[in-house]
T-cell receptor, first 112, second 114 residues
C-alpha cells in the first residue's frame, strides 16, 4: 500500500545552517505531497504542498520539489532560525484511498 | 485560525472505563478525522467522516467508535479504555478531503489510561 518514509531525527542544527529533511514515498496513482509542521504544544499545520510531478511547494523560506523519478519530496531551507524548531511531517494524499498518510515525523532543534 | 475545539484537552482515566472525546468545528467543513499521535509512529488515522452519519474506519480503528450526528460535531469513543490507548488524539477537518486539500488540526487531547 501507499506509504511515506522520513529520515529519523532528531536533527540538531546551529542557527543559519542549511536544512534538509529527506522524505520518500511509495504510491500507486498520482498522489499529492505535503509537509506539515507541529510546534511545541500545538496541532499540525500545513507548511507546503505539491500536487503533481516537478511542482515546487514553498512557504516561510522552506521548499520541497515533487520528484517522481526518485519518489522523493525532500524539505529544504537555506538558513534556519531558532523559531523553526518543531516536528516536521511528510504526508502523502493517496489518490487510491482518499486519505492522508503521514510519515513518522522528524524533530528539528535549532540552537542559537 | 480554523475553528476547531477539542474537549477535554487532558484526561486521566482507568483501564476499563469508557471515554468520549469531542471535536467541534465552526467551519462547516464536510470531512472530519480522528488521529492518534505516538512516538515513532507519526500520526495514524483512527476514523473519519465524510458527512453527517457517514463514517469509515482508518488504519487503527480497533477499540474505537465514532459518531457524527451534526456537521459540527465528531465524537470519538473508547468503549473500554486500555493502556495501549494512552496517546495524544488530534481532530482534523477539511473542506475537500485530505488527499487533495489542507487539513486543519485541533490542539489535541492528551489521554492517559492507568
Amino acid at each position: 500500500g501507499d506509504s511515506v518514509t522520513q529520515m529519523e531525527g532528531p536533527v540538531t542544527l546551529s542557527e543559519e545552517a542549511f536544512l534538509t529533511i529527506n522524505c520518500t514515498y511509495t504510491a500507486t496513482g498520482y498522489p499529492s505531497l505535503f509537509w506539515y509542521v507541529q510546534y511545541p504544544g500545538e496541532g499540525l499545520q500545513l507548511l507546503l504542498k505539491a500536487t503533481k510531478a516537478d511542482d515546487k511547494g514553498s512557504n516561510k523560506g522552506f521548499e520541497a520539489t515533487y520528484r517522481k523519478e526518485t519518489t522523493s519530496f525532500h524539505l529544504e531551507k537555506g538558513s534556519v532560525q531558532v523559531s523553526d524548531s518543531a516536528v516536521y511531517f511528510c504526508a502523502l494524499g493517496s489518490s487510491n484511498t482518499g486519505k492522508l498518510i503521514f510519515g513518522q515525523g522528524t524533530t528539528l532543534q535549532v540552537k542559537p | 485560525d480554523a475553528g476547531i475545539t477539542q474537549s477535554p484537552r487532558h484526561k486521566v482515566t482507568e483501564t476499563g472505563t469508557p471515554v468520549t472525546l469531542r471535536c467541534h468545528q465552526t467551519e462547516n467543513h464536510r470531512y472530519m478525522y480522528w488521529y492518534r499521535q505516538d512516538p515513532g509512529h507519526g500520526l495514524r488515522l483512527i476514523h473519519y467522516s465524510y458527512g453527517v452519519k457517514d463514517t469509515d474506519k482508518g488504519e487503527v480503528s480497533d477499540g474505537y467508535s465514532v459518531s457524527r450526528s451534526k456537521t459540527e460535531d465528531f465524537l470519538l469513543t473508547l468503549e473500554s479504555a486500555t493502556s495501549s490507548q494512552t496517546s495524544v488524539y488530534f481532530c482534523a477537518i477539511s473542506s475537500s478531503g485530505g488527499n487533495t486539500g489542507e487539513l486543519f488540526f485541533g490542539e489535541g487531547s492528551r489521554l492517559t489510561v492507568l
